[in-house]
Structure formats: structure tokens, C-alpha cells
């Protein structure tokens, strides 16, 4: 508890400097929070004993105002002044998609001063995957559509420089998103160096069409940290059903990591991040396969 009785170098109690503080003394940027909703979802069967092929999606909402009227962005907004970012995050998200009541964590802060052509804004991003069927996506608000985009993002150029003190490593990556009427891209530019023993990390976008903002730069963002997050948590059974096969699970891994995984080094992976149960498959065209559940424990079995 902070004591009432001392005082600053201009002889105020904390209450007296509180009751004169001039809030306006700073110029005060305003705060957005803005929203990556993952999905993966299945795609149409080009045979029917096959399973059928997964992709990797994130919501968009078209904007209906200016600025960037009638490109796509992330679902978001402005941060009242009396809501915490996380209240304003589920908010928006309702009120711009429909949607309520999902898992979000926070991803990061963007603070580039000419981010935003109307004034000085901050943006907090946050992240969520969710089972896109238990969703009703309604448009509302100041979006004119919200629609689900198949999303890639690959890495085509790297070009790494030795330094003295470490290295510089420059990395472009091309960001692609589509759905039946609309097709997105970015090329986003990631920048480390290491310089005696000091790293930092620059994104630009070197090009972008239809993506507004500099979103193009959190989702490429936000994917490289799905990407690594799927390795060591269990943030991808937040897409699952709650009864799946163990392939899958591998599926959704496999879209995510743009990369095709070994099956036994995948279950060995994973074994303690499912249970079994008695229940299998029902699907026409090939053999039944036994439906599996997530362990809400799988961490203190790693702990034990």
C-alpha cells in the first residue's frame, strides 16, 4: 500500500499531486485491439474413400467506411475508456463477427507511428482457433461482410549476412489469402539481427493488395507464432471436435506446419496428449477408425 504521507520534490502527498495531475499534459495515442481467428476446416472429397483435405483459415471483415473502404482486415476496433483491452477484444469481436464467448491470448503490440492514416494508433493483437461449425459468423456493426479466407504464408527468400558481432538474416515471405470471390496478398519482410549477443526483429510489408492497415504484417506474425506454439502446447485441439482420429489431428498439425510429419514420430508426439476411447467412425468408403479425446491433464502426466 503506497504511503499517503510521503512527498515529491515539490513537497505533494500522492493525494494532492493525484487531485492537480493534468491528464492532458501528454498528447494520448488512441488504443485498437485487433483479432487473428483461426480455423481449420474440412475441403470437399475428390474421392470418397479418401479423407478429406483440411485448410488452414482466418476471419476477415470488409471494411465499410474509410480508411481502406471495401479492403479486408482483421476483426477489431477502438478500446473504450473505461474496458480493459481484453473486454474490448471479445467486444469487437462480437459485435463486428457475431462472435462470443471463445478462448483469446494476446499475441502483440504494434505502435509504428504512420500505422493508421486517421491518427496515432496502438493496436494490441490477440489469437484464437476455434471449431469453426460451433460458430454462427454474422456480419454487423460497421463490417460489410466477415468471411473465413484459406490462408498461406511461405517463406521464398532468405539471404543471411555475417557480422562482426553476429549476423543479419533477411527473410521474405509471401502471404496469400482466397475464398470464392476475393484473393489477397502481401509480401511482408522480417528482418533479425544479432549483434554481440542483442537480437531484434523488423517487419515491413513490402507490398500488399486488398489487406488494409499493415494487417498483412500481424497475420504473417501471428502464423509464425501458431507455428511454434503447436510444438510445445496444446493450442491445436482448440480446432478439434470433441471426438477426432488420430489422423486427423495429424492433418491439422500437418496444415498448420506446412509440412508433412512422420505418423509414428507424430503419435509417439502426441500420445500423451489424447485419450482413447471405445468409439469409432462411422464414415462410408473406408474402414472405421477409433475416435479419440483431449487430455485436459497431458501436463502433469509430463510433470509426474
Not at 4 to 25: H, P, V
Not at 127 to 139: F, H, P, Q, Y
Not at 208 to 218: E, L, Q, R
Request: hydrophobic residues 35%; proline residues 3%.
Amino acid at each position: 500500500m503506497a504511503d499517503n504521507k510521503l512527498r515529491n520534490k515539490q513537497g505533494l502527498t500522492e493525494e494532492e499531486f493525484l487531485k492537480n495531475y493534468d491528464a492532458g499534459k501528454y498528447e494520448r495515442p488512441s488504443v485498437t485491439v485487433d483479432m487473428l481467428i483461426f480455423t481449420v476446416t474440412n475441403e470437399e472429397r475428390k474421392s470418397y474413400r479418401k479423407l478429406p483435405e483440411k485448410a488452414l483459415k482466418l476471419l476477415m471483415i470488409k471494411r465499410g467506411d474509410h480508411p481502406y473502404i471495401g479492403q479486408w482486415a482483421l476483426p477489431g476496433g477502438f478500446v473504450n475508456i473505461n474496458e480493459s483491452l481484453e473486454e474490448a477484444a471479445r467486444r469487437e469481436l462480437k459485435e463486428e463477427t457475431n462472435i462470443d464467448n471463445i478462448y483469446m491470448e494476446q499475441l502483440y503490440t504494434w505502435g509504428d507511428v504512420g500505422r493508421d492514416p486517421r491518427t496515432r494508433v496502438i493496436s494490441t493483437s490477440y489469437m484464437s482457433l476455434v471449431d469453426s461449425e460451433t460458430l454462427n459468423i454474422k456480419a454487423n456493426d460497421d463490417a460489410d461482410d466477415a468471411k473465413w479466407f484459406t490462408v498461406s504464408c511461405k517463406l521464398y527468400q532468405e539471404q543471411k549476412t555475417v557480422t562482426q558481432g553476429g549476423y543479419i538474416l533477411q527473410r521474405l515471405f509471401e502471404l496469400k489469402l482466397s475464398n470464392e470471390e476475393d484473393n489477397l496478398s502481401a509480401i511482408v519482410k522480417v528482418v533479425k539481427t544479432v549483434e554481440n549477443r542483442i537480437t531484434t526483429v523488423e517487419r515491413e510489408i513490402v507490398e500488399s493488395h486488398g489487406i488494409a492497415f499493415d494487417h498483412a504484417k500481424i497475420i504473417q506474425y501471428g502464423i509464425e507464432r501458431l507455428r511454434n506454439k503447436i510444438e510445445y502446447t496444446d493450442i491445436a485441439f482448440n480446432l478439434m471436435p470433441e471426438l477426432f482420429t488420430l489422423t486427423e489431428l495429424q492433418q491439422v498439425y500437418e496444415i498448420i506446419l506446412d509440412t508433412e510429419l512422420l505418423k509414428a514420430n507424430f503419435r509417439r508426439k502426441i500420445s500423451g496428449m489424447v485419450i482413447e476411447t471405445n468409439e469409432y467412425t462411422k464414415d462410408s468408403g473406408h474402414r472405421p477408425s477409433k475416435l479419440f479425446r483431449f487430455n485436459p491433464n497431458w501436463q502433469n502426466l509430463i510433470e509426474a
